[in-house]
């Protein structure tokens, strides 16, 4: 094969990528971007490609370990590639079994949210304009039959969208084929998961043998498909104006008069699963079960997502799926990862050069040192008595007399957290951090913990 050849291969799927990105508006150059880098060919070849078309890239790992040597395979491989590339990774380490044991999620559900919710903190700190993930044609045939075999809205027979608020697929009009071949001519070498080989799963099931077969027996099936879900999208325009307006008619604040909708609907199901879908992971099985009696009461619906709803005497309202707090939970916390249980909270250990504290009551800095303290952090309830020496003042000051300030009401007081270490509180959570262990002069690494929103109380 001539260099020409290589040549044109490079960069005719540079420009289809650029068109893409250009046609869509999915990027500008006036801020990063950070790119899911899993070390599949997909993501390798769109961080080398939006890289190569002037981009300001950041690579973003999330190292699950459910694979053993595979995940550290993995995040070698990850590692080399932005080092070729020359770009910046940001990896991060999961415990999937907690997150689980913590949510009730499936694997799939825990490694999905705690990618996301990882995702959303480095767009915050890294001031980065979109998340880029590498799915391509192929992914999004799958996942218009994996739709259509589950019984999806018309929403779900467009496939994958491609903008889903800050997360962008530039990709997604690039085959696999034109993946493979444009890393073979750059010499990037990709990771295969071993477990795609496996039919186990639905998806791979339609990868390797469903898809494949229609291929074959139907000459130009994908691409039939393709045209389907572009059609299907089409329409979904008018179609989301239509339920928005019929919507309203049944919206009390966050609550659902579900008798009224099914007294007075036609196509009520339909209805209420676009209500539910999208902005809560409810499928269309579990809306025709809360049709089912739908002016009834003490019926509970937990969605995929982990959302709640209740029903009680026709209205359908939204309830925190979170268990009542007890006031004397004590948890002792590791600092070098994310914490999980009482609270969500991510913890990113950084060099002091980045320091750059922002105005967030969710947000605490800790100097890296705690990692060395004992005995270990906990995370526990407010006591009575209990005093914190606010960071920035002198002296101290009770607990209490800050929840009096931020006008805590009772419950919120019982359901607040105090990070303690030994017999000192270093951060009320969510309210006022202490000036132990604080970043200072002296400090080489900073701790940066936040806590994810839905936990704040």
Not at 76 to 94: N, Q, Y
Not at 112 to 141: C, K, M, P, T
Not at 161 to 184: D, M
Not at 334 to 349: A, K, M, N, Q, Y
Request: proline share 4%; hydrophobic share 40%.
């Amino acid at each position: 094969m001539t260099s020409n050849v290589n040549l044109n291969i490079i960069k005719n799927f540079e420009r289809r990528v650029a068109a893409t990105v250009r046609r869509q508006a999915l990027l500008h150059r006036n801020a990063p971007v950070v790119v899911a880098l899993s070390g599949g060919a997909d993501s390798v070849a769109l961080l080398a490609a939006l890289t190569a078309l002037g981009y300001d890239c950041r690579a973003a790992h999330c190292n699950f370990h459910l694979r053993g040597e595979e995940s550290m395979r993995d995040a070698a491989h990850c590692v080399d590639i932005c080092r070729r590339i020359g770009v910046d990774l940001c990896m991060r380490d999961f415990d999937v079994p907690a997150r689980m044991r913590l949510t009730g999620e499936s694997v799939e559900m825990a490694c999905r949210s705690l990618r996301y919710e990882w995702f959303d903190s480095l767009l915050d700190r890294e001031r980065a304009q979109a998340i880029a993930v590498g799915h391509h044609r192929e992914d999004n045939v799958e996942t218009f039959m994996l739709n259509l075999l589950r019984g999806t809205g018309p929403q779900g027979l467009c496939g994958m969208r491609v903008r889903n608020g800050y997360v962008v697929r530039p990709l997604l009009e690039c085959s696999r084929a034109q993946i493979e071949a444009y890393l073979h001519e750059r010499g990037l070498g990709f990771v295969v998961d071993s477990t795609n080989a496996s039919n186990d799963f639905k998806r791979n099931r339609l990868r390797n043998v469903v898809i494949p077969m229609l291929d074959e027996q139907f000459a130009g099936a994908s691409e039939a498909i393709e045209r389907s879900m572009a059609n299907v999208a089409d329409s979904m325009a008018l179609y989301r104006e239509l339920v928005d307006e019929r919507a309203e008619h049944y919206r009390q604040g966050s609550d659902i008069l579900l008798a009224d909708m099914a007294r007075d609907e036609t196509n009520a199901r339909m209805l209420l699963y676009e209500m539910l879908h999208n902005s809560e992971g409810f499928s269309m099985s579990a809306v025709a079960d809360m049709l089912r009696s739908p002016d009834g009461s003490g019926r509970r619906f937990v969605s995929a997502g982990g959302h709640v709803r209740e029903l009680h005497r026709g209205v359908l309202s939204a309830v925190s799926p979170q268990p009542q707090r007890q006031e004397s939970d004590c948890y002792s916390v590791d600092l070098s990862r994310d914490i999980l249980t009482p609270l969500h909270i991510t913890v990113e250990r950084l060099p002091i050069s980045s320091f750059s504290p922002e105005r967030n009551p969710a947000v605490m800095y800790l100097d890296a040192a705690i990692l060395d303290a004992t005995p270990a952090p906990q995370l526990r309830h407010w006591r009575r008595g209990d005093r914190i020496e606010p960071y920035g003042m002198k002296g101290s000051r009770l607990v209490s007399d800050l929840f009096s300030d931020a006008g805590y009401s009772a419950l919120q007081k019982r359901n607040t957290f105090l990070l303690s270490q030994a017999d000192k509180v270093l951060w009320v959570c969510g309210l006022r951090a202490s000036r132990h262990f604080a970043v200072g002069p002296g400090s080489k690494e900073y701790l940066r913990l936040e806590i994810k929103k839905h936990n704040i109380t």
